[in-house]
């Protein structure tokens, strides 16, 4: 021995190692995803994502937690949906014949009111005026009325124009009921030929528009002011202007 002191070895770190510290994430992962499950079957309407992200444990992604959840339900009864930015159980699409006789009877919508339907999808936010210009032909009050009650239009604010005029989107119920996560889910133009909606030859220039559904209002928008009667109110005084016989031309569509 030449009578040098072994230099001692340095201290281990105390933290997890890598094995360890999956194992700790992977448990933090579970109890996230059963706080949101937990939440959302709690819930008596759609979630906001936010809302859950604010209840998650420090360092887990909603996004995550609930695309794991939604994986998990994917092949079970029901399933974990998501409309724009809000997620929500319901019954697995191919089970929906077993709630039948609790099925309320949807009204079938006349060719107007889907042609109607169709515009403000795309359009929107869009006039009862931009509608007549893109159909052909007026709509009367009606039409815009069923596709109200159906819960599928909304009406989204006025127009920075002379007499500003009402303007309408859709809404979630619309996405929940075609199956639709968001409206940019529409098909588009090469979608629609595929499906031979398109026969023949395009007009040069033809085109679907991309839609767009944003809560927010557009720069050409002011708020909705005056309560729901004011506002039907303002959409019969147009319809009247247009045609004063309070018939409609919707038997020309």
Do not use: C
């Not at 409206?183 to 398109?198: R, T």
């Not at 559904?213 to 720069?219: G, K, M």
């Amino acid at each position: 021995m030449d009578g040098t002191a072994a230099m001692p070895e340095p201290a281990r770190l105390s933290f997890p190692d890598e094995v360890e510290a999956e194992s700790l994430r992977s448990g933090q992962l579970a109890e996230a995803i059963r706080i949101a499950e937990a939440l959302l079957f709690a819930a008596s309407e759609p979630l906001e994502e936010s809302e859950i992200a604010r209840r998650m444990p420090d360092g887990i992604k909603a996004a995550e937690v609930l695309q794991g959840l939604r994986a998990h339900y994917e092949h079970r009864g029901i399933n974990l949906v998501r409309v724009n930015k809000r997620w929500m159980f319901r019954t697995a699409a191919d089970l929906g014949w077993l709630l039948s006789r609790e099925a309320t009877e949807q009204k079938k919508l006349s060719r107007a009111a889907l042609e109607t339907l169709a515009i403000i999808a795309y359009h929107q936010p869009v006039t009862r005026a931009e509608i007549e210009d893109v159909r052909g032909v007026a709509i009367s009050k009606g039409t815009l009325d069923v596709l109200m009650e159906t819960g599928w239009v909304r009406l989204r604010g006025r127009r920075k124009a002379p007499g500003r005029p009402v303007t309408y989107g859709t809404t979630d119920t619309f996405l929940l009921h075609f199956g639709l996560e968001a409206i940019g889910d529409l098909p588009g133009l090469d979608e629609l030929k595929s499906a031979g909606l398109f026969d023949g030859r395009l007009p040069k220039g033809f085109g679907v528009p991309t839609p767009k559904d944003d809560a927010a209002l557009s720069d050409d928008e002011d708020p909705l002011d005056g309560d729901e009667t004011d506002l039907f109110e303002d959409f019969a005084a147009e319809a009247a202007v247009d045609d004063p016989s309070g018939e409609g031309n919707e038997r020309a569509a």
